[in-house]
């Protein structure tokens, strides 16, 4: 096979392979040369009368950065997983994961090392960050601009194919953070090979993809493809989809599940797509019979924030409408807060109602996650704010709660580090820029500026690293035991993977402020008065942040239980 490029742009492409330069041949809006593809081939694009070649958009490994040639790269891999059957989505625990920040060495391969510490604590799916490769040493991974290759800097694709194949030896899944929405800064070329941006509907980040290009829609959707089929990769979780502007017959994400369901059917294993999502739109995880996407599950911001304020008492922006421990007991029943009520954040109503029928697995939930750790303006996760009680109470109510439960590598220990913004942009001025708009942004909501951490500080990134000493020591290995004993208790009781919304109810006070949230035949209890909440004895505490005493006729302050009333 030879080499092509979509291209409609330039007049002219040229070929440059292995320091070749050959011409190329028009077909429509592709381009296209006979010359041999062989496994460690350089080779990139010359535009027009630009003297430098630039990167193919498809480009499966780029070993020198995102400005420089690509490579060769053939995907044939020595898998061991040829039993793996899969992990579903329903009853599982997923478990996010930045690589460059999970292990001292922040590498794929480091990473594998560290896979019996997530098979003990009970994990079912690691949910990695963007991997795609983007420009600098370190970065968050969406700033990605070749989606196609796995970034150096964590090992590369065959790295990533190890990692792959490890977590399934281990019986664990994986699931794929991909950014389809936009792309970083630097590095991106895909304006000079063809329309692949738009700027009428241009988001937070800048230029939107151009649905309205079928070839655009394939670029994702292929990609899409790739890494489930290519790399084994068992699901993908896809970045603020809200901002996928489509307004053709059959919208982008409902194609995508389609395909992506046609090989599942095909590779005889679950396939999962789960969006990240700020409209509060069941549309998205509605079956297509129903007239939904079809998508398979979307994250729930609302129960995030409601179990925020409640353990916090933090009101500020958009937890201001959470404050009620009403708002905790609606999100927990009925999946979303804001289901066309009034949002004071957006000053407009919003949200539509989930369906009553809907599996209550489809919504992924969480106490923390990367973004409301690390867009706080100190990166400060919530070991920094509660004392060992309060953490074990937010693992109560992510882990026993109703929903899929997902949590942040380290949350399981408490850990002490931060997890901070951090980029490595090369560019004097682009680093510049993004660290003085970022002190700007948190000084305009009343942060002092000198607390503010240098995102293209290289301190900024080591700070963020997981301390693996801190497991086995002191507090930390408590709140490590509390989250085994949950997910354990997840597995043997099967009124906690119940996924039917009419099996919930809640029974709430604001003064004393309690909440008990019924689960079939279980009910979980949270007080956070300063005062023991007076209950019936129950039959039976299968888990409980604080002994209950003795008598067990009661749950102490600040503390919570799962009973068998």
């Not at 053939?74 to 930045?98: K, N």
């Not at 929405?181 to 509907?201: E, I, R, T």
Request: aromatic content about 10%; some cysteine; overall charge negative.
């Amino acid at each position: 096979m030879g080499f092509e490029v979509w291209a409609p742009r330039p007049a002219s492409v040229r070929l440059v392979v292995d320091g070749q330069t050959h011409d190329m041949r028009r077909e429509g809006g592709w381009w296209r040369a006979d010359v041999p593809r062989r496994p460690g081939q350089r080779y990139g694009y010359l535009l027009d009368d630009r003297d430098t070649p630039v990167p193919d958009p498809r480009s499966l490994r780029q070993p020198d950065g995102v400005h420089e040639l690509s490579q060769v790269h053939d995907l044939g891999f020595g898998w061991t997983d040829q039993r793996w059957t899969g992990r579903q989505l329903a009853g599982s625990v997923i478990y996010e994961m930045h690589v460059g920040t999970f292990t001292p060495d922040g590498t794929l391969d480091a990473a594998i090392q560290r896979l019996p510490h997530l098979i003990d604590l009970g994990i079912d799916l690691v949910e990695v960050l963007p991997v795609n490769s983007f420009n600098g040493a370190w970065n968050w991974g969406y700033d990605g601009v070749l989606w196609y290759a796995v970034d150096e800097t964590y090992g590369g694709p065959e790295a990533y194919q190890r990692f792959v194949d490890a977590c399934h030896a281990a019986g664990l899944g994986v699931i794929q953070d991909v950014v389809y929405n936009h792309l970083g800064p630097s590095g991106n070329y895909l304006p000079l090979f063809a329309p692949y941006l738009q700027d009428a509907s241009a988001n937070t980040w800048g230029s939107s993809l151009d649905l309205s290009e079928h070839e655009v829609r394939e670029y994702i959707l292929d990609n899409a493809l790739m890494w489930l089929r290519d790399f084994h990769v068992d699901g993908l979780r896809l970045d603020a989809v809200h901002a996928l502007v489509d307004d053709s017959p059959t919208h982008l994400l409902q194609e995508m599940a389609e395909r992506v369901d046609a090989l599942s059917a095909h590779l005889r294993r679950p396939l999962t797509l789960i969006a990240e999502s700020d409209m509060n739109d069941p549309k998205l995880i509605t079956p297509r019979e129903g007239g939904g996407y079809g998508l398979h599950a979307q994250w729930s911001d609302d129960y995030h924030h409601a179990v925020h304020v409640a353990l916090t008492g933090e009101t500020s922006g958009y937890y201001a409408d959470f404050e009620p421990i009403e708002a905790l007991a609606k999100a927990a029943t009925r999946g979303f807060f804001h289901d066309g009520t009034w949002s004071s954040f957006r000053e407009r109503e919003h949200g539509r109602p989930i369906p009553p029928e809907t599996p209550t697995w489809r919504l992924v939930a969480y106490a923390q996650d990367h973004d409301q750790i690390g867009n706080r303006a100190t990166g400060d996760r919530l070991s920094q704010t509660l004392d060992d009680d309060g953490l074990a109470i937010a693992a109560l109510l992510a882990l026993a709660g109703p929903f899929t439960p997902m949590l942040f590598m380290g949350e399981e220990w408490g850990a002490s580090t931060p997890w901070q913004f951090f980029t490595a942009h090369p560019e004097p001025e682009l680093g510049e820029a993004t660290a003085q708009g970022r002190i700007a942004e948190f000084e305009r909501m009343g942060w002092d500026p000198a607390v503010v951490p240098d995102p293209q500080a290289p301190e900024t990134f080591r700070r963020s690293k997981l301390d693996w000493s801190e497991p086995s020591t002191g507090r930390h290995a408590r709140l490590l035991q509390i989250h085994r004993e949950l997910i354990a208790l997840r597995r043997r009781e099967p009124d906690l993977t119940d996924p039917r919304f009419d099996r919930l109810s809640a029974e709430w006070s604001e003064d004393p402020r309690w909440i008990r949230i019924r689960r079939g035949a279980l009910e979980i209890v949270v007080n956070l008065a300063d005062l023991p909440l007076a209950i019936t004895p129950p039959r039976e505490v299968l888990f409980a942040t604080t002994p209950l005493g003795a008598e067990a006729d009661g749950i102490p302050p600040r503390s919570g239980a799962i009973i068998r009333p």
